[in-house]
C-alpha cells in the first residue's frame, strides 16, 4: 500500500487523506441516521397514550429533549403547545431546523471530496506526464520501458480519485435520500401530534 502510494507521487497522499475522511464520514453517518435513532417509530403512540391517559409529565417531555431527532422535535411543541396551535407549530418548526441541520453534517464535506478526488487524481496525471516528457526531451525515445513506467506512475492518481470520488458520490446521494425520507417522517408524526393534540382541545372547548 505505502509503495503504491509513493510510485503515484505527492498527490497520493491528499487522496488517502480524502479516502480516510470519507470512510470516517460513511460509519459515522451510518450510526448517526438510523431512523431508530432519529425517528423511533412507536414514539407517537407513546406521547399519544400519555396524554390520553393524563400521564404526560415535565419530567418526560424534559427527558425527550436530551434526546436526538424526533424526541426533541415532539419536547419543544408539547412545551409550547398550551399557547395554540401556532405557537406550537412554530416552536415545531424551529426545533425541527435544527435537528435537519445536525442530519446534514458532514453531507457538504463529503460532496466535495466527490468533487475534487477526481480534479486531484487528473492533476497528479498532469503533472506526472510532464516529468514523463521533461524525461522524454532529454534522453529520447528509445528507452521504451522508462517512458511505460512513467505513464503508469502518472495514471495512478487518476485512478485512486475515482477509486475516492465513486464511493464518496454514491454514499453522498444514498445519504441525501435518506435524510429526505426521515424529515417527510418527522413531519407527518409532528403533524398527527399537533392536530390531535388541538383538535381533541378544539373539541373540549365547543362541548364546554
Not at 126 to 143: D, R, Y
Not at 157 to 185: C, E, N, Q
Request: aromatic letters at 6%.
Amino acid at each position: 500500500m505505502l509503495a503504491f502510494i509513493q510510485t503515484g507521487g505527492f498527490f497520493m497522499w491528499p487522496l488517502l487523506a480524502c479516502s480516510i475522511l470519507t470512510l470516517a464520514i460513511i460509519i459515522e453517518r451510518f450510526w448517526t441516521l438510523r431512523q431508530s435513532h432519529v425517528a423511533p417509530k412507536g414514539l407517537l403512540s407513546d406521547v399519544m397514550s400519555r396524554l390520553r391517559d393524563d400521564r404526560m409529565t415535565i419530567e418526560y417531555i424534559r427527558s425527550m429533549q436530551g434526546q436526538a431527532g424526533l424526541a426533541s422535535i415532539f419536547a419543544a411543541g408539547l412545551l409550547n403547545s398550551k399557547h395554540g396551535r401556532s405557537s406550537m407549530k412554530e416552536s415545531i418548526q424551529e426545533a425541527a431546523s435544527h435537528v435537519i441541520h445536525e442530519l446534514e453534517r458532514f453531507m457538504n464535506t463529503l460532496g466535495t471530496i466527490a468533487a475534487i478526488s477526481p480534479l486531484l487524481g487528473l492533476l497528479g496525471t498532469v503533472v506526472g506526464m510532464i516529468k514523463v516528457f521533461s524525461v522524454l526531451m532529454e534522453s529520447g525515445a528509445g528507452n521504451t520501458a522508462l517512458l511505460a513506467g512513467g505513464i503508469s506512475e502518472a495514471l495512478l492518481t487518476t485512478a485512486a480519485g475515482l477509486g475516492v470520488a465513486i464511493p464518496a458520490l454514491i454514499f453522498h446521494r444514498f445519504f441525501s435520500r435518506k435524510i429526505d425520507v426521515l424529515v417527510v417522517t418527522m413531519e407527518q408524526q409532528s403533524t398527527k401530534l399537533i392536530d390531535a393534540l388541538h383538535t381533541d382541545r378544539e373539541k373540549t372547548g365547543v362541548a364546554q
